[in-house]
């Protein structure tokens, strides 16, 4: 399956100091979008929501965020 990095997500986050609250904001995604995504709580990753954090975080290599567990 595949994963989201939440650590280097938070990591970025913190750089900035930003909270998930405040992605949620920039992104347009609702904060709970963003909670389950960070916590690996849903079973599919929408594309268009994990496009938006990558955009808004700079992140251009999906492999910084997502890693492959089986």
């Known amino acids: 399956m595949i994963y989201v990095k939440p650590d280097k997500i ?3 986050l913190n750089d ?3 909270s998930r609250n405040r992605l949620a904001q ?3 995604l609702r904060p709970a ?3 389950e995504l960070c916590n690996n709580g849903r079973m599919t990753i929408n ?3 994990l496009y938006k954090i ?3 975080l700079g ?3 999906m492999n910084e965020v997502l890693e492959i567990r089986e």
């Open 47 to 49: 594309r268009s929501a």
């Open 26 to 28: 920039e992104t347009g």
């Open 54 to 56: 990558m955009k808004t």
């Open 33 to 35: 979008v963003i909670s």
């Open 59 to 61: 992140i251009k290599d």
């Open 16 to 18: 900035r100091r930003w």
């Open 10 to 12: 938070d990591e970025i």
